[in-house]
């Protein structure tokens, strides 16, 4: 199994920054896509941003330019930068992973989720 702990969450004013961070660990033999996922109150859960294990990314259309994706393999750990936040980014973010295991197998993985609350 891959366990998946996000931090870095909290709360912070309009216009500020955060910087989430995702570690996985457990049985892995290989990470492949990993990414950030939201869901606001209400709402369903949507794609922030992904990263590929050669650091290719792909964010969704109103998050480029303020967020930024990245990941340290050796750490096993995928990063989100978000600048310039607003209150319609408040919402609890999710990281996942498709990883293969040692023992051969390969899925999709979740954390819990972190609350991002963006408030004057």
């Known amino acids: 199994q891959v366990q998946l702990v996000e931090s870095g969450g909290g709360l912070v004013q309009p216009g500020g920054s955060l910087r989430l961070s995702c570690a996985a660990s457990?049985?892995?033999?290989?990470?492949?896509?990993m990414g950030w996922h939201r869901q606001a109150p209400g709402k369903q859960r949507e794609l922030v941003a992904y990263?590929?294990?050669?650091?290719?990314?792909n964010y969704a259309d109103s998050k480029k330019g303020r967020f930024t994706i990245s990941r340290d393999n050796a750490k096993n750990t995928v990063y989100l930068q978000m600048n310039s936040l607003k209150p319609e980014d408040t919402a609890v973010y999710y990281c996942?992973?498709?990883?293969?295991?040692?023992?051969?197998?390969?899925?999709?993985?979740w954390g819990q989720g972190t609350q991002v609350t963006v408030s004057s």
């Open positions: 996942n992973a498709d990883a293969s295991t040692i023992v051969g197998g390969r899925g999709d993985y």
């Open positions: 457990g049985s892995i033999f290989s990470i492949h896509t």
């Open positions: 990263i590929t294990s050669g650091g290719t990314t």
